[in-house]
């Protein structure tokens, strides 16, 4: 305890160094949920999918923590040249002391204003920048966070909900198709899903499901 008190009070610029390391090391881990969820692709990614396993009828299967796993190693997978040119324009300057803490956090958010603005609608943009009252911006260096966070929030939740009803049509024609036929037959007291269920899971897995859900999510930002 006596050491960590003397590492914030201590006057020596090493020590000085390290305490602005730590605090900010400390302040990235508290926002990293916030960070992951409304300033990378997570948000779509863990919404389709969730949409796949809703549109399947399996209940819990696969898991969430399958659901959320996966959604993390492709946030990761989509999000690595933007992170790679974070760490490598504003980390590691700032570690070795080569810029300020202003100058890093500056140079970190011009990759992520790149690729926030990428995947958000101009009018989800103009909708915050009008009630801001801000003036549009010339580049995307000019956009403010304050405003680009939330337009890429809700333009990510319009495209993974229209990715999910893409994915919700066959499954939906297959229960048509069931319940048709259930009810021509006189088994009106059986239910649809019972039957449909492993005809459902039987096209999801020849078509090769996952397998073009993840792709069609890979593609989506390219």
Do not use: H
């Amino acid at each position: 305890m006596n050491d960590v008190m003397q590492l914030f009070n201590g006057s020596d610029p090493g020590n000085v160094s390290t305490t602005v390391k730590l605090l900010l090391l400390l302040t990235v881990f508290s926002l990293a949920p916030s960070i992951l969820i409304l300033m990378t692709c997570f948000t779509r990614i863990v919404i389709v999918l969730s949409f796949v396993r809703t549109s399947l009828g399996t209940q819990q299967m696969p898991p969430n923590q399958v659901i959320v796993g996966l959604s993390l190693f492709l946030t990761f997978f989509v999000m690595a040249p933007t992170l790679s040119q974070v760490n490598k324009e504003a980390l590691q300057p700032l570690f070795d002391e080569k810029i300020t803490l202003n100058q890093a956090y500056d140079r970190a958010a011009v990759p992520l204003k790149e690729f926030m603005s990428k995947n958000t609608r101009q009018k989800d943009l103009a909708l915050f920048l009008d009630y801001a009252k801000l003036e549009r911006p010339k580049s995307v260096e000019d956009i403010p966070l304050t405003a680009l966070v939330p337009a890429f929030a809700i333009s990510e939740l319009k495209t993974a909900f229209q990715i999910g009803f893409m994915i919700f049509i066959p499954f939906l024609v297959i229960d048509m198709i069931v319940a048709s036929v259930l009810m021509s037959m006189g088994m009106m007291m059986l239910p649809p899903v019972m039957i449909s269920l492993p005809f459902k899971i039987l096209l999801f897995v020849l078509v090769d499901g996952w397998n073009l859900v993840v792709k069609s999510l890979l593609q989506s930002f390219s």
